[in-house]
């Protein structure tokens, strides 16, 4: 008896795409390393916004809870500091009171 293969209702060349997008998805940054360049480029450019402390406490907050990798302990401490140095009277930086 043959055994099956849970991707055997694919066709050769929707296996060969699912690969190649499985190998890009790999090479992409992990999602909380990726929040927080986007949010400290974000608190960069518009430092008035009054989004971005609640913006760096929830991306410190991903670097504790979502996957993560060994570059996610200095992206979590720089949005740390930024939060605490440009916002420290903000209730988010008095939440955060950690970085992971």
Same mark, same amino acid.
């Given at each position: 008896?043959?055994?099956?293969?849970?991707?055997?209702?694919?066709?050769?060349?929707?296996?060969?795409?699912?690969?190649?997008?499985?190998?890009?998805?790999?090479?992409?940054?992990?999602?909380?390393?990726?929040l927080v360049a986007q949010?400290?480029?974000? $608190? #960069?450019? &518009?430092?008035?916004?009054p989004r971005v402390p609640?913006? !760096? @406490?929830?991306?410190?907050?991903?670097?504790?809870?979502?996957?993560?990798? $060994? #570059?996610? &302990?200095?992206?979590?401490?720089?949005?740390?500091?930024? !939060? @605490?140095?440009?916002?420290?009277?903000?209730?988010?930086?008095?939440?955060?009171?950690?970085?992971?």
């Amino acid at each position: 008896m043959r055994e099956t293969s849970a991707l055997d209702f694919l066709t050769a060349a929707q296996k060969t795409a699912a690969q190649a997008e499985v190998q890009k998805l790999r090479a992409l940054e992990t999602a909380p390393n990726y929040l927080v360049a986007q949010v400290l480029a974000w $608190a #960069k450019r &518009t430092p008035d916004d009054p989004r971005v402390p609640e913006a !760096l @406490h929830l991306v410190v907050r991903s670097t504790r809870y979502g996957c993560t990798d $060994a #570059k996610t &302990t200095q992206f979590s401490k720089q949005a740390f500091q930024v !939060l @605490h140095k440009q916002y420290p009277q903000s209730s988010w930086a008095q939440q955060t009171k950690y970085w992971y």
